[in-house]
Every structure is written in structure tokens, then in C-alpha cells.
T-cell receptor, first 109, second 115 residues
Framework: KNEVEQSPQNLTAQEGEFITINCSYSVGISALHWLQQHPGGGIVSLFMLSSGKKKHGRLIATINIQEKHSSLHITASHPRDSAVYICAVTLRGAQKLVFGQGTRLTINP | KAGVTQTPRYLIKTRGQQVTLSCSPISGHRSVSWYQQTPGQGLQFLFEYFSETQRNKGNFPGRFSGRQFSNSRSEMNVSTLELGDSALYLC??????????????FGPGTRLTVT
């Protein structure tokens, strides 16, 4: 079983819809990261959080440490949000990132 | 400020050959981490270099190695290439040695195809 599990693996929605991507982990962590990867490969760090909630524009990330769960929300989704979203965690006591398998999001106009 | 750059962007090699990939971090960043991304395994940590020393290593065979120069530029080498080494290789830089609260900045990646 992977230490980091994301759901869904694939998500297709219409422009304007509210999007939720989930991430669950089974180990103790120091921080959780949400990354965005566009076709072509480049990765951008969206959020880094260890508690609570962070918001940046139309993106919101939340984490529940007790339940070992995080969600990434996109409000008023747009075709340019189409990308792979990857959840990654820093294992407590380790100095490296462990990644989920990613969620491929497609927003249709 | 220029971002993380990786060269070459695309590479085709034959099984059994060796390959060297290069990563130039953001100016002022001293830590460089390398990752492998494949459709089957996703993203996996290879190793991290800081101050010209390997500080952390993932679960990869000894055919995968790297080094870092005094200007923080890093190279990754894979010897005796196998078909399964076909992947996108990403490097990421950060200001200091990896910490949970340090943001990493990723390069565009080098897509390696082994035939």
C-alpha cells in the first residue's frame, strides 16, 4: 500500500465547477505539499502546509492532521486548470518527499 | 531571477550506454534534489546534494549517481542503461538542505528514452 494515496486518479469537469482532490497518508509527516504539473513536465509548488488551511486565488488547500487527510479545492474552474495535481509529504524524521500518484484534471470549456 | 534549468531537455540512448544529465539551480540555492518520474511508479526521490556532498539517497541501484560542483550545479549519471530507466528526470533546488518547511523549485525535466 502506498504511503500517499490520492483520489480520484482522473477527473473531468465543466468550466466553472467546484473541484475537490483528496490526499490521504498513512505515516507521520512534517509537511504536506500540493504540486501542479502541466503537460511537458514542469512542476510548480502550489501549497506547503502542516496545519489548517491556505488559500491562493481560486485554490484552497486544507489539512486534517488527526485524520491524515488533505484536500485541494479549485473554485470556478477554468480550462487552464487542466493539469496533473500531485500530493507529496515529508515523512517525519526523513529529509525527502514521498509522492502520491497524481490526479489528472481536465476542465472542458 | 532565472529558474531551475536542466539540459538536455530530451535524450535518446541505447540500452547499455551511460548518460549524464545537468541541473543548474536558482542563483543562491545550494541544495539540489533529483527525482525520477515514470508512468508506473510516479515520482520517486533519487538523491539530494548540498555543499558538494550527497546528503540523502532514495532506493535506487548504484547505477544512479550524481555530483555537485562548487557553483551548486549538479549532474546526474546513469550507467549501463536499462529500458526501465526511460523516464522524466526532474531536479529541484532550494535555499538550504532539505527541510519540511523549505519550498523546492522544480526544473522542466529531462525526458530520457532508452531503446
Amino acid at each position: 500500500k502506498n504511503e500517499v494515496e490520492q483520489s480520484p486518479q482522473n477527473l473531468t469537469a465543466q468550466e466553472g465547477e467546484f473541484i475537490t482532490i483528496n490526499c490521504s497518508y498513512s505515516v507521520g509527516i512534517s509537511a504536506l505539499h500540493w504540486l501542479q504539473q502541466h503537460p511537458g513536465g514542469g512542476i510548480v509548488s502550489l501549497f506547503m502546509l502542516s496545519s489548517g488551511k491556505k488559500k491562493h486565488g481560486r485554490l484552497i488547500a486544507t489539512i486534517n492532521i488527526q485524520e491524515k487527510h488533505s484536500s485541494l479545492h479549485i473554485t470556478a474552474s477554468h480550462p487552464r486548470d487542466s493539469a496533473v495535481y500531485i500530493c507529496a509529504v515529508t515523512l517525519r524524521g526523513a529529509q525527502k518527499l514521498v509522492f502520491g500518484q497524481g490526479t489528472r484534471l481536465t476542465i472542458n470549456p | 531571477k532565472a529558474g531551475v534549468t536542466q539540459t538536455p531537455r530530451y535524450l535518446i540512448k541505447t540500452r547499455g550506454q551511460q548518460v549524464t544529465l545537468s541541473c543548474s539551480p536558482i542563483s543562491g540555492h545550494r541544495s539540489v534534489s533529483w527525482y525520477q518520474q515514470t508512468p508506473g511508479q510516479g515520482l520517486q526521490f533519487l538523491f539530494e546534494y548540498f555543499s558538494e556532498t550527497q546528503r540523502n539517497k532514495g532506493n535506487f541501484p548504484g547505477r544512479f549517481s550524481g555530483r555537485q560542483f562548487s557553483n551548486s550545479r549538479s549532474e546526474m549519471n546513469v550507467s549501463t542503461l536499462e529500458l526501465g530507466d526511460s523516464a522524466l528526470y526532474l531536479c529541484a533546488s532550494s535555499l538550504a538542505l532539505f527541510r519540511a518547511d523549505h519550498e523546492q523549485y522544480f526544473g522542466p525535466g529531462t525526458r530520457l528514452t532508452v531503446t
